[in-house]
Protein backbone atom coordinates (compact mmCIF):
# COMPACT_ATOMS: atom_id res chain seq x y z
CA UNK A 1 0.00 0.00 0.00
CA UNK A 2 1.10 3.49 -0.99
CA UNK A 3 2.84 5.58 2.28
CA UNK A 4 -0.35 7.72 1.94
CA UNK A 5 -2.96 5.09 1.29
CA UNK A 6 -1.74 3.35 4.54
CA UNK A 7 -1.69 6.91 6.90
CA UNK A 8 -4.88 7.46 5.15
CA UNK A 9 -6.24 3.97 6.48
CA UNK A 10 -4.97 4.59 9.94
CA UNK A 11 -6.72 7.56 10.63
CA UNK A 12 -9.91 6.46 9.54
CA UNK A 13 -9.76 3.75 11.91
CA UNK A 14 -7.95 5.91 14.63
CA UNK A 15 -11.86 7.60 14.07
CA UNK A 16 -13.57 4.63 13.94
CA UNK A 17 -12.20 3.49 17.31
CA UNK A 18 -13.14 7.05 18.66
CA UNK A 19 -16.28 6.64 17.75
CA UNK A 20 -16.91 3.10 18.88
CA UNK A 21 -15.54 4.22 22.72
CA UNK A 22 -18.01 7.40 22.47
CA UNK A 23 -20.73 4.57 21.53
CA UNK A 24 -19.25 2.64 24.80
CA UNK A 25 -19.63 5.39 26.59
CA UNK A 26 -22.94 6.11 26.11
CA UNK A 27 -24.63 2.58 26.37
CA UNK A 28 -22.55 2.45 29.80
CA UNK A 29 -24.24 5.56 30.67
CA UNK A 30 -27.41 4.80 29.68
CA UNK A 31 -27.37 1.27 31.95
CA UNK A 32 -26.39 3.51 34.70
CA UNK A 33 -29.61 5.26 34.35
CA UNK A 34 -31.59 2.56 33.91
CA UNK A 35 -30.19 0.96 37.26
CA UNK A 36 -30.92 4.82 39.00
CA UNK A 37 -34.99 4.09 37.66
CA UNK A 38 -35.06 1.02 38.72
CA UNK A 39 -35.21 -0.24 35.12
CA UNK A 40 -33.35 -3.30 33.64
CA UNK A 41 -30.49 -2.42 31.65
CA UNK A 42 -30.72 -2.16 27.61
CA UNK A 43 -27.47 -2.72 26.91
CA UNK A 44 -25.45 -6.07 27.69
CA UNK A 45 -22.08 -5.28 28.94
CA UNK A 46 -19.16 -5.57 27.24
CA UNK A 47 -20.98 -5.89 23.91
CA UNK A 48 -19.54 -2.42 22.32
CA UNK A 49 -16.38 -4.41 22.50
CA UNK A 50 -16.81 -6.85 20.14
CA UNK A 51 -18.70 -7.47 16.70
CA UNK A 52 -18.96 -10.09 13.68
CA UNK A 53 -15.85 -11.54 15.23
CA UNK A 54 -13.98 -8.89 15.09
CA UNK A 55 -12.30 -7.38 18.64
CA UNK A 56 -10.77 -4.41 18.99
CA UNK A 57 -7.27 -4.08 20.45
CA UNK A 58 -5.70 -1.44 22.63
CA UNK A 59 -2.27 -0.03 21.14
CA UNK A 60 -0.13 -1.24 24.09
CA UNK A 61 -2.48 -4.51 25.01
CA UNK A 62 0.39 -7.11 24.09
CA UNK A 63 3.30 -4.94 24.73
CA UNK A 64 5.68 -6.93 26.78
CA UNK A 65 4.16 -9.97 25.82
CA UNK A 66 5.31 -12.84 24.09
CA UNK A 67 3.78 -14.03 20.58
CA UNK A 68 2.16 -17.27 22.14
CA UNK A 69 0.62 -15.31 24.92
CA UNK A 70 -0.49 -11.92 23.03
CA UNK A 71 -1.91 -15.18 20.55
CA UNK A 72 -3.77 -16.69 23.25
CA UNK A 73 -4.98 -13.62 25.20
CA UNK A 74 -6.35 -12.17 21.40
CA UNK A 75 -8.50 -15.43 20.86
CA UNK A 76 -9.40 -15.60 23.98
CA UNK A 77 -11.41 -12.63 23.47
CA UNK A 78 -12.32 -12.66 20.21
CA UNK A 79 -14.38 -15.69 21.05
CA UNK A 80 -13.33 -17.51 17.60
CA UNK A 81 -10.61 -19.22 15.48
CA UNK A 82 -8.50 -16.50 12.87
CA UNK A 83 -5.64 -17.01 10.79
CA UNK A 84 -2.75 -16.47 11.39
CA UNK A 85 -2.50 -13.34 9.21
CA UNK A 86 -5.25 -11.93 11.62
CA UNK A 87 -3.58 -12.62 14.82
CA UNK A 88 -0.59 -11.02 13.21
CA UNK A 89 -2.04 -8.01 12.13
CA UNK A 90 -4.03 -8.02 15.47
CA UNK A 91 -1.04 -8.39 18.10
CA UNK A 92 1.21 -5.52 15.75
CA UNK A 93 -2.06 -3.60 16.28
CA UNK A 94 -1.52 -4.21 19.90
CA UNK A 95 2.08 -3.14 20.56
CA UNK A 96 3.53 -7.02 20.29
CA UNK A 97 7.32 -5.13 19.15
CA UNK A 98 7.67 -8.42 16.69
CA UNK A 99 11.01 -7.22 15.37
CA UNK A 100 12.52 -7.88 19.00
CA UNK A 101 11.73 -11.08 18.01
CA UNK A 102 13.68 -11.37 14.99
CA UNK A 103 10.54 -11.88 12.88
CA UNK A 104 10.72 -10.38 9.59
CA UNK A 105 7.72 -8.88 8.51
CA UNK A 106 7.43 -10.82 5.27
CA UNK A 107 7.45 -14.25 7.78
CA UNK A 108 5.90 -13.57 10.56
CA UNK A 109 2.40 -15.29 9.76
CA UNK A 110 4.40 -18.12 9.01
CA UNK A 111 6.13 -17.83 11.81
CA UNK A 112 3.12 -17.41 14.39
CA UNK A 113 1.57 -20.82 12.27
CA UNK A 114 4.82 -22.95 13.16
CA UNK A 115 4.60 -21.45 16.87
CA UNK A 116 0.61 -21.77 17.53
CA UNK A 117 1.29 -25.45 15.73
CA UNK A 118 4.00 -26.62 18.06
CA UNK A 119 1.78 -25.16 21.06
CA UNK A 120 -0.54 -28.16 20.52
CA UNK A 121 -2.11 -28.40 24.25
CA UNK A 122 -3.16 -24.71 23.72
CA UNK A 123 -3.53 -23.66 20.03
CA UNK A 124 -6.26 -26.04 17.61
CA UNK A 125 -4.98 -25.95 13.59
CA UNK A 126 -8.83 -26.33 11.62
CA UNK A 127 -9.22 -27.28 8.47
CA UNK A 128 -9.34 -23.90 6.62
CA UNK A 129 -5.97 -23.02 8.35
CA UNK A 130 -7.53 -20.98 11.28
CA UNK A 131 -6.25 -21.20 14.66
CA UNK A 132 -8.15 -21.76 17.91
CA UNK A 133 -7.38 -22.09 21.67
CA UNK A 134 -8.59 -25.19 22.77
Request: overall charge negative; aromatic content about 6%.
Amino acid sequence: MVPQANAAVEAMIALVEQKAKELADLKRATNVMCRQLRQPEIYEEGEEEFGGGVSRVRPDQFYGKSPIVAAREYLEVRHEAARPEEIVEALVRGGLDLPAQNWSERDRSRLLAISLSMNGIIFDRLRNGSYGVL
